[in-house]
């Protein structure tokens, strides 16, 4: 079950990256094709290319009939929902930046016990968004706020406090039992890239 909850986790990261990154990519020469098409068109009209005037015309109100003006809202959204989760994802792994300058000059009890202090204040915290984002969420569905471009319900976009805050605090709740358990926490090695292993020399 864990290991379904974690592929599900880097899945939805990874897809909304991929997704966003490509929206973006297909806006941006969208709305440079528009222009330069436009453009294009004037120059060669201008200097009585007859032929290429018709086929940038012609291409210009093709593109202009594309409507991506919701493009960056959704990326936005998409963005929003990949941090929310891309927290959780953090603490499950230890990417998370953190300053452990304290932490290393008390001794080993005690330096167990403020680790363990540490992580479940970062799960009371996370727990106490989750919950205020899920209330928040829910008088959200009953004013039936729409998003302006996509007219999305709003009530959609924010869903990713609650279950991205309720999730991070979960791997927190994680983390900190793993470490009474076994004294260790996860830890990322920058230099590892998944995928790309060591070959033997």
Not at 37 to 65: E, K, N, Y
Not at 72 to 89: N, S
Request: glycine share 10%; with cysteine; net charge negative.
């Amino acid at each position: 079950m864990m290991r379904l909850l974690d592929r599900l986790e880097e899945w939805i990261i990874a897809t909304l990256m991929g997704a966003a990154t490509f929206l973006i990519f297909v806006a941006v020469m969208h709305r440079y094709g528009v222009g330069t098409t436009a453009d294009l068109a004037r120059w060669s009209a201008a200097r009585g290319f007859v032929t290429t005037a018709a086929i940038t015309d012609a291409a210009f109100v093709w593109l202009a009939a594309w409507d991506l003006s919701w493009a960056q809202e959704l990326c936005i959204y998409m963005f929003v929902w990949m941090a929310k989760f891309g927290a959780a994802y953090g603490v499950r792994t230890g990417i998370h930046v953190g300053v452990d300058v304290l932490v290393n000059l008390v001794g080993p009890d005690q330096r167990r016990r403020v680790v363990l202090f540490g992580l479940l204040c970062g799960a009371l915290f996370t727990g106490i968004i989750g919950s205020l984002g899920g209330v928040f969420v829910f008088h959200m569905f009953d004013t039936g706020q729409h998003s302006n471009d996509l007219e999305m319900p709003m009530w959609i976009v924010y869903l990713a406090i609650p279950l991205g805050s309720g999730l991070m605090c979960f791997r927190f709740l994680q983390v900190a039992v793993g470490y009474a358990r076994t004294g260790e926490l996860p830890h990322h090695d920058h230099g590892h890239v998944d995928g790309m292993e060591e070959t033997a020399r």
